[in-house]
């Protein structure tokens, strides 16, 4: 079965506060790929990132970074000194054979100024 | 500009009343596929097609119907919408079956039935 857990509803944060978004994932796969989106309340779905199976780097953009760790299947996102800007809804998703995305729920960041 | 284009945007309609969501691509992608996304749900799968007059069902197909006559094109069609269709549908393509290929995903459409 493939499955995604956001177990995180909803986290609110002071601007400049680090904050991680956790993601658990469930797969048979051998080769299956993670992402991260951010949902703004617009509604698009924006891509921040794409991690395969076989990448186990952790990866740091601006301040943006992620833990993809496969003995806890977790692939989780911390966003440092955080931002208003950063108030958004943010999926982590799952991709494994074929094109099917397998979603979690989403963890809605309120950071406040 | 690689796009992926819904129409409309948002829409308000009435129970019952048919519609259509439009799905253009101008990637030349074989994969295309819908998405619904509801509170504490995430997005779910309705249909998805591996190419030219090749559809399948994906997680929610109830009360939804697909087509893709041509490549670029996979319009969602809601024959007698009822209020639980009320959400946010997005439409995705990509180059191929393959795993790793990107997904774009269309801007959304908000969709509501009353």
């Known amino acids: 079965a493939q499955k995604v857990t956001q177990a995180q509803t909803e986290i609110s944060v002071v601007e400049k506060e680090d904050v991680t978004l956790d993601c658990v994932y469930e797969?048979?796969?051998?080769?299956?790929?993670l992402f991260w989106y951010k949902q703004p309340p617009s509604g698009e779905l924006v891509f921040l990132i794409r991690?395969?199976?076989?990448?186990?780097q952790n990866e740091i953009s601006g301040r943006y970074s992620w833990n993809f760790q496969k003995s806890t299947s977790s692939f989780n996102f911390t966003i440092t000194a955080s931002q208003v800007v950063d108030s958004a809804v943010y999926f982590c998703a799952l991709k494994g054979n074929f094109n099917k995305f397998y979603f979690g729920s989403g963890t809605k960041l309120n950071v406040k100024p | 500009e690689a796009q992926v284009t819904q129409n409309p945007r948002y829409l308000i309609t009435v129970t019952g009343k048919k519609l259509t969501v439009t799905c253009s691509q101008n990637m030349n992608h074989e994969y295309m596929s819908w998405y619904r996304q509801d509170p504490g749900l995430g997005l779910r799968q309705i249909y998805y097609?591996?190419?030219?007059?090749?559809?399948d069902k994906g997680d929610v197909p109830e009360g939804y119907k697909v087509s893709r006559k041509e490549k670029r094109n996979f319009p969602l069609i809601l024959e007698s919408p009822s209020p639980n269709q009320t959400s946010l549908y997005f439409c995705?393509?990509?180059?191929?079956?393959?795993?790793?290929?990107?997904?774009?995903f269309g801007e959304g459409s908000w969709l509501t039935v009353v």
């Open positions: 995705a393509s990509s180059p191929g079956r393959s795993s790793g290929n990107t997904i774009y």
């Open positions: 991690r395969n199976s076989f990448d186990e």
């Open positions: 797969t048979r796969d051998t080769t299956y790929y």
């Open positions: 097609s591996m190419n030219v007059e090749v559809t």
